[in-house]
Nanobody, 123 residues
């Protein structure tokens, strides 16, 4: 079993920054990566960013490129999502997930999920 615990969400003004953390414990899978998904009210869940333990390759959805950075601390089994220049449209519940890479572009399938953390961007 895999446990994922997220932290770092909250309320921030447009243009502000937040850093999300996801600590993983339990069983690990060779070749898996970790990613951040988000789901806004009335919208489908979307993959925001992913990072792979082997090689450190990353994936970003177009809307966050240049603003968000995903990184990892292998020793702590923790993944971070640094979010800068936040916009109201970034408001969503953000979920950490781990799973296999499913596309050449680096998309990740979430097989195990955290509980989610709310990010609200509003003035």
């Amino acid at each position: 079993q895999v446990q994922l615990v997220e932290s770092g969400g909250g309320l921030v003004q447009p243009g502000g920054s937040l850093r999300l953390s996801c600590a993983a414990s339990g069983r690990t899978f060779s070749g898996y990566g970790m990613g951040w998904f988000r789901q806004a009210p009335g919208k489908e869940r979307e993959l925001v960013a992913a990072i792979y333990w082997s090689g450190g390759s990353t994936y970003y959805t177009d809307s966050v490129k240049g603003r968000f950075t995903i990184s990892r601390d292998n020793a702590k089994n923790t993944v971070y999502l640094q979010m800068n220049s936040l916009k109201p449209e970034d408001t969503a519940v953000y979920y950490c997930a781990t799973g296999p890479r499913v596309s050449i572009t680096g998309r990740l399938r979430g097989d195990y999920w955290g509980q989610g953390t709310q990010v609200t961007v509003s003035s």
